[in-house]
DNA sequence: GTTCATGGTTGCAACATGCTACCAGCGAGG
DNA sequence: CCTCGCTGGTAGCATGTTGCAACCATGAAC
């Protein structure tokens, strides 16, 4: 999406948040590194993504404060990619994603990847959006508004 | 993004979402959809994207069941976008990166749009991940599993 | 010191994007 | 009934991005 309209420079949340995992691939990349990937190769092989392609993405999300680069964790020479404290905030996006993903692309039976809690080993309970005093709401409960900026 | 590797065939939820939404344009027109907008003009003006991509969009996530064309409810001979009950199952992911970004890419007093309570007009809670059992989990709470499929 | 794996970079062809211009159907006004 | 303006598109073209393959540099293994 090359963009003329900036996206980090509109007022929507949404749009900068977007504008700032870049593409599919970073929040794929994003997911694998929730699932324990952290070194290129990995990423590579679970995504079969080219890799200049996984180059330059994990680039971004590292110069986006999302990824982080550190010493290998084993010892050798290489390094890896591992979540920042922002990057973590992400987890409720994939998993929204994946909920969604299992509601609506999976035939009962059909195999697939589930998000798990480790203890239990039972699948997480579904998202749900509450209002401030703990009521539940839906997309017609809740309505966009215009904050100001204020001066400083 | 041009796939070589079927996304739609993925076993990994994630993937198949990401797949299904189609590109960051998509998902700003369900943010609008969810917003309000309805009108092909509407979303024109408010994502400031091309017609002809927006054509395209549209089509794609009519396609895919996210959004509905009906008659215009204005009673002109036009037509409108809905979002479908699927595309309405989007909605934590909309509200997830809305939260995420709220939290990372504004200056505290810097102008933003906000999505609030209808009701009391005040800002949703935010997302949180829950355990079967109503305890809160973190990415470090949670492991991917891969269930097989059964035999029909 | 040769060989293999890791983690990339570079070049090129194919594809998708976005801009602009154009076009068709409808409704209102005269 | 003729034109004007609005809505909702499509067509053509320049440009940017993607993906593949080939290459390369470093570290580890033998």
């Known amino acids: 999406m090359v963009r003329r309209t900036r996206l980090d420079e509109s007022d929507c949340p949404v749009a900068r948040s977007v504008d700032a995992i870049g593409d599919w691939w970073s929040l794929l990349i994003v997911r694998d590194a929730f699932d324990g990937s ?27 404060g999302i990824l982080d680069v550190v010493p290998a964790s084993d010892g050798s020479a290489y390094h890896e990619y591992v ?18 993903g299992e509601g609506h692309f999976f035939e009962s039976g059909e195999p697939h990847s589930e998000l798990v809690d480790r203890r239990s080993g039972r699948p997480l309970r579904a ?10 709401l839906g997309p017609e409960d809740t309505v966009v508004k215009k904050v100001d900026g204020v001066a400083p």
Do not use: C, H, M
Request: no cysteine.
């Open 83 to 100: 979540l920042t404290p922002k990057g973590k905030d992400l987890f409720p996006v994939i998993v929204a994603l994946r909920q969604w």
């Open 38 to 64: 952290r070194r290129f190769g990995e990423f590579q092989r679970s995504l079969g993504v080219a890799k200049n392609i996984l180059s330059t993405r994990l680039r971004g999300l590292v110069a986006g």
């Open 127 to 136: 998202l749900e959006t509450y209002a401030a005093d703990g009521r539940r």
